[in-house]
């Protein structure tokens, strides 16, 4: 195959998984509107977290390119991986993720890190009482709605975080 194909596939792949993602984000934004329904909150909540796990493999992907281009080093440099890779090494459950966050250290990270403590144990302890005996839907449709507003709230720390990285890019030459 030529290049310019390989290249030509790659974009489409590309354009292709972005219009699923937004896709998905404005489905799941749309039913997060219809209130009073268990079965829809429990999908959003069971969703949203979801799309929580993809954002912050894009984050840890920001986060590490800014440390790369933040290291002015000749010797060692970091590596940046990509959120296909994180999926590949089987960084993909929430709490894998978490524990991949942790290893980095500042400020801003210290409310995402501990949001995302807490809607790992609501989401374990949720999925698991899906099908139990015990406990009523309109109990699994409270926690979903409070699992949502929690995963809410970290997309806006992820939002809040990725802007000061943008803020502090250390190839912007201001």
């Not at 292709?16 to 429990?42: A, R």
């Not at 524990?99 to 995302?116: D, P, Q, V």
Request: aromatic share 8%; glycine share 4%; net charge positive.
């Amino acid at each position: 195959m030529s290049q310019k194909i390989l290249q030509k596939n790659a974009l489409e792949q590309a354009r292709d998984w972005w219009q699923k993602i937004l896709y998905l984000e404005n489905q799941v934004d749309s039913l997060e509107k219809i209130k009073g329904i268990p079965t829809i909150s429990i999908s959003v909540f069971l969703l949203k977290t979801q799309y929580v796990e993809f954002q912050l493999k894009q984050l840890i992907t920001s986060i590490d390119q800014h440390i790369f281009f933040s290291n002015f080093s000749s010797v060692i440099k970091p590596q940046v991986r990509t959120p296909r890779q994180l999926e590949d090494s089987n960084i993909r459950m929430l709490g894998q993720i978490l524990n991949e966050l942790k290893k980095y250290k500042g400020e801003s990270l210290k409310n995402l890190i501990s949001y995302l403590g807490e809607l790992n144990k609501q989401r374990i302890k949720f999925t698991h009482k899906l099908y139990e005996s015990k406990g009523t839907i309109l109990e699994l449709h409270k926690e979903a709605e409070r699992g949502t507003a929690l995963a809410s709230k970290i997309l806006q720390e992820i939002k809040e975080i990725d802007k000061q990285l943008e803020d502090n890019d250390p190839l912007d030459k201001k």
